[in-house]
T-cell receptor, first 112, second 118 residues
Framework: QKEVEQDPGPLSVPEGAIVSLNCTYS??????FMWYRQYSRKGPELLMY????GNKEDGRFTAQVDKSSKYISLFIRDSQPSDSATYLC????????????FGAGTILRVKS | GAVVSQHPSRVICKSGTSVKIECRSL??????MFWYRQFPKKSLMLMAT?????????EQGVEKDKFLINHASLTLSTLTVTSAHPEDSSFYIC??????????????FGSGTRLTVV
């Protein structure tokens, strides 16, 4: 079993839809959770960074962490074609200095 | 804040030669840097972790003599692919962290280097 499970998709949605991306993990030691967006042939760009259970909102993005269920989500409201990218969840045990463990990444396609 | 610059963005080299990739933290001191490799349509695979002034720690299966990592200062780490072969062609990405930068910005990544060995 992988430490972090993420459906690779692709996930195809119409413009304006609400997108839900999810990851599950098995290591209860993970305390810090990140969502990255990666466009083709570019480095990952941090979207959300959370370290407590609950919701965190930033513009059209909402990150949700449920440590009891070992489940994290990223919601994208009013999705745009420019949101088409690969979304990677990542998590780590300590705040810094420790390696990130990534999910497989979900390919998202937003159709106009 | 927390900007990581990676250079070059793209490089083509002949088989048997060596290639150096630089990763710089521009506005913070990166006590730890990470080097990843990414295959097409795959997730990031950690190659090694380097702490400033120390030898890098390589992940299982990564040849440390082929992928030389130097982290000589708090703002610069380099990855040298030695005696490159076509199978080393890939997308290489660095990441950097320190206590304050990570608290505010998480782990920051460079823009990646596409290496093609011909």
């Amino acid at each position: 079993q992988k430490e972090v499970e993420q459906d690779p998709g692709p996930l195809s949605v119409p413009e304006g839809a609400i997108v839900s991306l999810n990851c599950t993990y098995s290591n209860s030691a993970f305390q810090y959770f990140m969502w990255y967006r990666q466009y083709s042939r570019k480095g990952p760009e941090l979207l959300m960074y959370t370290y407590s259970s609950g919701n965190k909102e930033d513009g059209r993005f909402t990150a949700q962490v449920d440590k009891s269920s070992k489940y994290i989500s990223l919601f994208i409201r009013d999705s745009q074609p420019s949101d088409s990218a690969t979304y990677l969840c990542a998590m780590t045990v300590t705040q810094y200095g420790n390696k990130l463990v990534f999910g497989a990444g979900t390919i998202l396609r937003v159709k106009s | 804040g927390a900007v990581v610059s990676q250079h070059p963005s793209r490089v083509i080299c002949k088989s048997g030669t060596s290639v150096k990739i630089e990763c710089r933290s521009l506005d913070f001191q990166a006590t730890t840097m990470f080097w990843y490799r990414q295959f097409p349509k795959k997730s990031l695979m950690l190659m090694a972790t380097s702490n400033e002034g120390s030898k890098a720690t390589y992940e299982q299966g990564v040849e440390k003599d082929k992928f030389l990592i130097n982290h000589a200062s708090l703002t610069l780490s380099t990855l040298t692919v030695t005696s490159a072969h076509p199978e080393d062609s890939s997308f290489y990405i660095c990441s950097a962290s320190d206590a304050i930068a990570t608290l505010n910005y998480g782990y920051t990544f460079g823009s990646g280097t596409r290496l093609t060995v011909v």
